[in-house]
Structure formats: C-alpha cells, structure tokens
T-cell receptor, first 113, second 112 residues
C-alpha cells in the first residue's frame, strides 16, 4: 500500500516544548516538502528536500528544523522559537520530474497551549 | 510579490450543473498550473496539471483552461455531484523543483 504517512493525526503540546512530526513515504520520490496551513490561507512552504542529506528553507522556516537522513523520511521539528505553532501541518513528496505535482500525506493538527 | 487569488466565497450549485472555479495570478510567469482537491481535515489530492503552452486539459468530468494573457485558469466540473463538494486549490510553479505557490482555495458545495 503505497503513499505518504504522517503521525500522529492530532498532537497537543505545552508552550515552550519542542515537538517532532513524522513523515514517511514509500513512493520512492526524491523530493519531500513540509507545509503549514492556517484557516483561510494557502499552503505555506516551511522546508523542502530534493535529495538525501540536503534541504532548503521555504518561505516560513523560522522556528522549524528538519532532517533528511533517509529517502523515505523527512521529520519536522517545531521548536519553542516558533511564535505561533498551532496549525495543520502537511507533508508532501514529488517524483524527479519537471511537472512537480505533489502527493500529500493526511496531515497533523498541532495544538500548542 | 507573486499573488494567487481564488474566490474566497463558497460556490453553491445544484447537482447536475457545471461548477466553474477561478484562479487569477499576478507578478508571476508559471510554466505549470495545477489543481488539487482538499476535503476537510485531510491532505490535498492532485487532480490536473496544465502547461503554459496548453489552452485546455480534460480528465473525465474535469476541464481546466489556462490563459497566460489574462493570467487566469478556470476549473470546470460538469454534471456535478454532492460527492464533488470540497475545497479546490490552484497552484503555480515554474517546474522542476521550484516551489509550488498555492492559492487559499474555493469551497464548492453541490446540493442534491
């Protein structure tokens, strides 16, 4: 059963704590992405990775960190430096193709209080 | 900076009619325009992609047009069904691993 998995679906944390969101894919895609979605706004790119052991900042990288040690995995850490971390987080991947259509996971809803 | 505009108001239509959603953009020259469907609480699902040199693309009941002069794409769902109710997102890219730029989406509600 191929696809992208994200866990957990819902996550609750206290302010000041770091939290790591999981993203795994078995589609053999080279590129992976992390987005944040807030109500009434488009998806905003946090980080992306085109190849193992390499990643680039997106538009809103401050307060977040990532790693890409394996092709299948691209975890996102939301640090205490992120001022407004409560949001819906989406992971995506795309094949090594010009078209760059993306395949999304089911998302993780993070609530920080 | 680049901007994508989709109608923020929900589109309500009757079952069987054609739904037409609009995506306008400024300050950008995309090579590709994509449409995604998103259901509440779930990740977007890729539907269609159209290239800058294509005027129209069809897939089953879906049709996308792309006018680079008007900087606009129209997304049509013919013979709409209540199951088509969702939010539809448009996204632009210059291709390769250049990032996708997403609009905020338009919610479609198809009533029986």
């Amino acid at each position: 059963d191929g696809g992208i998995t994200q866990s957990p679906k819902y996550l609750f944390r206290k302010e000041g704590q770091n939290v790591t969101l999981s993203c795994e894919q078995n589609l053999n895609h080279d590129a992976m992405y992390w987005y944040r979605q807030d109500p009434g706004q488009g998806l905003r790119l946090i980080y992306y990775s085109q190849i193992v052991n390499d990643f680039q900042k997106g538009d809103i990288a401050e307060g977040y960190s990532v790693s890409r040690e394996k092709k299948e995995s691209f975890p996102l850490t939301v640090t205490s430096a992120q001022k407004n971390p409560t949001a819906f987080y989406l992971c995506a991947s795309s094949p090594q193709r010009e078209r760059n259509e993306q395949y999304f996971g089911p998302g993780t809803r993070l609530t920080v209080t | 900076s680049q901007k994508i505009e989709q109608n923020s108001e929900a589109l309500n239509i009757q079952e069987g009619k054609t739904a037409t959603l609009t995506c306008n953009y400024t300050n950008y020259s995309p090579a590709y325009l994509q449409w995604y469907r998103q259901d509440p609480g779930r990740g977007p699902v890729f539907l269609l992609l159209i290239r800058e040199n294509e005027k129209e693309k069809r897939k089953e009941r879906l049709k996308v047009t792309f006018d680079t002069t008007l900087k606009q794409s129209l997304f049509h769902i013919t013979a709409s069904q209540p199951a088509d109710s969702a939010t539809y997102l448009c996204a632009l890219s210059r291709g390769g691993y250049n990032k996708l730029i997403f609009g905020a989406g338009t919610r479609l509600a198809v009533h029986p």
